[in-house]
């Protein structure tokens, strides 16, 4: 990928096309429609020019003029970081659901000797823990997530496991397999809008439990917390983690849940890190030298999940966000 420097040189050479001027001009509905189509297919003709440039020069000129307006960012070729003003531009989670709209319950029947009803509170009790866990912006910087606690039932040793987890990250296995948690000291989340997919399924156990199957994403729109890069001015620079977490839940009758089984992997995550239960995602500068480590789709099949007791994350370069 090019260092952000590159990218307004690149602006510049888009700004400069032969009859873009034209295209400016062009009324809105199917004829600006048209004109955006034709200025995109340019863009990506350009970039070579821009590359050219860059690596001829040396990088931008001293008096490169700043034409944050010159291409809108939807045009943008989609290797070109995102920004505040565009946070999921190029990603497929763009179309996703916000949040905790993402989490759609199924219809409660009774099974596994609980009524229509107690399964309707086992599922919601399930909804609740994914939103504290993985959506609520104070836990995902650092506060501690009583709320999601409390749904686990408290004679199973997983929810003593998690306090440790929470307090000594580093002894042991973390709480990163359930709580998804970045280091407010190094990156905030940008806006209110976390990007949500997944489903959630249930069933009675030959004895008589009923087991609820959780499976969601969350993509996570993230800034600097201090020194970010401004793509062009105003528009600071914008990385994305990509969540995935399986849980397998047992509901008891009071509708407190006993996980059973979980799975998780991040991506966009320097697991060259020290175990301090935060994910440390990583911006287009730290990406430039990092490891070349195995790329992989989060979107697809790609992704595979490691058990919530894996000793180590596993290390991989996300070919999307």
């Known amino acids: 990928m090019s260092e952000p420097s590159d990218f307004v040189a690149r602006l510049r050479a888009e700004q400069q096309a032969p009859g873009r001027d034209a295209a400016l001009r062009l009324d809105r509905g199917t004829r600006r429609r048209r004109a955006l189509i034709a200025a995109a297919a340019a863009a990506l003709v350009l970039v070579g020019a821009g590359v050219w440039v860059a690596s001829s020069t040396g990088g931008r000129p001293a008096d490169e003029p700043y034409a944050p307006a010159a291409l809108d960012e939807a045009m943008w070729p989609p290797e070109w970081p995102a920004t505040v003003r565009m946070p999921f531009r190029g990603s497929p989670s763009a179309a996703w659901a916000d949040g905790a709209a993402g989490i759609e319950l199924p219809a409660s029947e009774a099974a596994g000797g609980l009524t229509s009803v107690q399964v309707g509170e086992a599922l919601r009790a399930t909804r609740a823990l994914l939103v504290e866990s993985n959506l609520n912006p104070r836990h995902a910087l650092g506060a501690h997530p009583d709320a999601a606690l409390t749904r686990l039932d408290p004679r199973d040793g997983t929810r003593a496991g998690l306090e440790k987890a929470l307090q000594s990250p580093g002894d042991g296995v973390g709480p990163l397999w359930l709580f998804t948690r970045f280091d407010p000291s190094e990156v905030r989340l940008h806006g209110d809008v976390i990007k949500t997919r997944g489903t959630m399924t249930y069933e009675a156990s030959p004895t008589g439990e009923l087991l609820v199957h959780a499976d969601y ?69 730290e990406r430039s030298t990092a490891p070349k480590w195995p790329a992989i789709d989060p979107y697809n099949g790609e992704f595979q999940l490691v058990a919530k007791d894996a000793p180590d994350r596993q290390c991989a370069t996300p070919k999307q966000t």
């Open 217 to 285: 994403t969350f993509v996570y729109p993230l800034v600097k917390t201090s020194g970010g890069v401004e793509i062009v001015p105003g528009a600071e620079e914008v990385t994305r983690t990509v969540v995935r977490r399986r849980l397998d839940l047992v509901a008891n009758n009071e509708g407190q849940l006993t996980v059973r089984g979980a799975y998780w992997r991040a991506a966009n995550d320097d697991c060259r890190t020290p175990d301090d239960g935060y994910l440390h995602p990583l911006f287009t500068e």
